[in-house]
């Protein structure tokens, strides 16, 4: 099993009331954290983006994926195009394989921005189009309504669902699994007993990304849980690293 | 390559099978059955206790979602389990705020004294404080035989938040009080309940998702008052472990953890 971990960030949370216990402020710490618990890289986004702001935020971002030797891919982060802050829709994919960046998120929370999907429709109609993957996480500004109206909208985007809810939750998520097929989800929260199983066994396990939260986060949790899973080896394999691959080629390549 | 933790041996040993001969694990936060809130992918006892016999749980202590929320069913969901299954089961008898009745509880902790190894208290959910009146007997009767008292706590209770079991700690030195999720949030607070009082310990379940909370209790508070659980059905065994397993600690401050203080709570010998 190689482990790529699915949801990690780093850099400077300026609100010190959401400041994780442990946090983690370069991209070296995070490097050397991964090499730490044996995941060999993840997708990664930079606090920068939201705390600075999107423009230097994508730039740093870009600039500190080239320091490091984990295998490490960058989330961009979007803002509707009408201010022109950020490229176009369509000069999009390819800013995002220049710069090994294959996941696109939005945090309309901190950018203030509505959550309507018509507001950044043009640059989801290019990631539906060219399969990028959009991040749909309730840790930065979404709801889960919220993901809801951008797939209902969008009913073939390749999306990774995070949800923030670490009490069972199956009621809130699974329909999602149900009504969505290109819709992936990250398992930072899902830790439920026997979860992982029944899940893996409706929906088969190309639609589940293991995922840790670091620095908010354990890794080792959800490290140890998918490795006594009772799922065969080659689902775990998949889980833990194969489908993000999968979905980080489509753009890359 | 090493996984989990290469600075630890107990975790690379635990990454071969999910366990350790030499390492059990007793877990003080159990549930069993269905929860109105959630859905449960296994939580009856056959389901509950196949996890168990794959992560080699030695002692699993619990109070059923059943004997809580349902006066219908009441202490039937956890006497029937124990008494059909035995070890590692054990329970907690649930004192229900909206339905005291301490005659009857009484009679079934003496009648039950091989089951039972103290009560569990969910005042957030009965919005009636630990020390309400109505529970005076049952600090009384814990007391007195020295047994546990399993309390959900929470950051910023008015039922069951940190000035609610300072007040407990202080009037009942003998009752073995487990901090179930250590005073969720209220971390500080957790931390000065340890150090103040001798009989209290904090409890694990929901606090390892949020990283960097175990190294400050074990860094302040030490590894000999904190014990193991799991909410089980609601969470797996194995992330607990794993994420333990993960932490900044050492590997005597995990085996502390594990069992150690598990087996001192209960009068093992160690």
């Known amino acids: ?253 | 390559m090493s996984y989990l933790n290469r600075d630890s041996a107990l975790a690379q040993a635990f990454w071969e099978k999910g366990y350790v001969e030499d390492c059990p694990i007793y877990d003080f936060h159990g549930h069993m059955h269905e929860n109105n809130g959630c859905y449960l992918p296994a939580g009856e006892p056959e389901q509950m206790l196949h996890t168990m016999r794959r992560a080699h749980i030695d002692s699993f202590i619990f109070c059923s979602h059943l004997a809580l929320h349902s006066a219908e069913i009441g202490e039937r969901a956890n006497l029937e389990p124990v008494r059909r299954y035995g070890k590692p089961l054990r329970a907690y008898l649930g004192v229900k705020s909206y339905d005291i009745d301490w005659e009857r509880d009484r009679a079934a902790l003496e009648e039950n004294r091989d089951v039972y190894v103290g009560c569990k208290f969910l005042q957030d959910y009965f919005g009636v404080p630990l020390e309400d009146p109505r529970h005076t007997p049952y600090w009384e009767y814990l007391n007195e035989h020295r047994m546990l008292a399993l309390m959900h706590t929470w950051g910023g209770s008015a039922a069951d938040g940190a000035d609610n079991v300072r007040r407990i700690a202080e009037t009942y030195p003998d009752v073995r009080l487990i901090c179930g999720h250590s005073i969720h949030g209220d971390w500080g607070s957790a931390v000065k309940l340890a150090q103040d009082f001798p009989n209290l310990y904090l409890e694990l379940t929901a606090v390892m998702d949020e990283r960097g909370v175990l190294e400050r209790f074990v860094r302040e508070a030490g590894s000999e008052k904190i014990v193991f659980g799991t909410d089980l059905p609601w969470f797996s065994t194995f992330y607990y472990v794993g994420a333990i397993l993960e932490a900044d600690i050492t590997d005597e401050d995990r085996r502390n953890i594990f069992y150690r203080n598990g087996r001192r709570l209960l009068g093992e010998t160690t």
């Not at chain 1, 216990?21 to 991209?27: F, L, Q």
């Not at chain 1, 939260?213 to 006594?228: E, I, V, Y």
Request: charged share 25%; proline share 7%.
């Open chain 1, 1 to 253: 099993m190689i482990f790529y971990d699915a949801n990690l960030s780093y850099g400077y949370e300026m609100n010190v009331r959401r400041l994780p216990p442990a946090p983690c402020r370069t991209i070296g710490e995070l490097a050397a954290a991964l090499e730490r618990c044996g995941i060999r890289g993840g997708l990664v986004r930079s606090l920068m983006a939201d705390m600075g702001g999107v423009v230097v935020g994508n730039a740093a971002l870009a600039a500190d994926l080239k320091t490091v030797g984990a295998d490490l891919y960058g989330m961009y982060t979007l803002v509707p195009s009408c201010t022109r802050e950020i490229p176009a829709p369509e000069e999009l994919p390819a800013v995002l394989r220049r710069d090994k960046m294959p996941v696109l998120r939005l945090n309309p929370g901190e950018h203030r921005f509505l959550t309507r999907p018509g507001v950044i429709a043009d640059y989801l109609a290019v990631a539906e189009a060219e399969k990028i993957p959009v991040m749909l996480d309730t840790a930065c500004g979404l709801t889960l309504d919220n993901c809801w109206d951008y797939m209902e909208r969008f009913p073939k985007l390749t999306a990774i669902l995070g949800y923030v809810n670490i009490w069972p939750a199956d009621r809130y998520y699974r329909p999602f699994l149900e009504a969505f097929p290109n819709l992936r989800m990250e398992l930072s929260h899902m830790i439920t007993d026997q979860g992982l199983e029944e899940l893996v066994r409706l929906y088969g396990a190309g639609r589940f990304l293991f995922a840790s939260r670091f620095p908010s986060m354990s890794p080792g949790g959800g490290m140890l849980q998918l490795r006594c899973a009772e799922i065969s080896e080659a689902d775990k394999a998949r889980i833990a690293g194969e489908n993000l691959l999968e979905m980080i080629g489509e753009v890359l390549t």
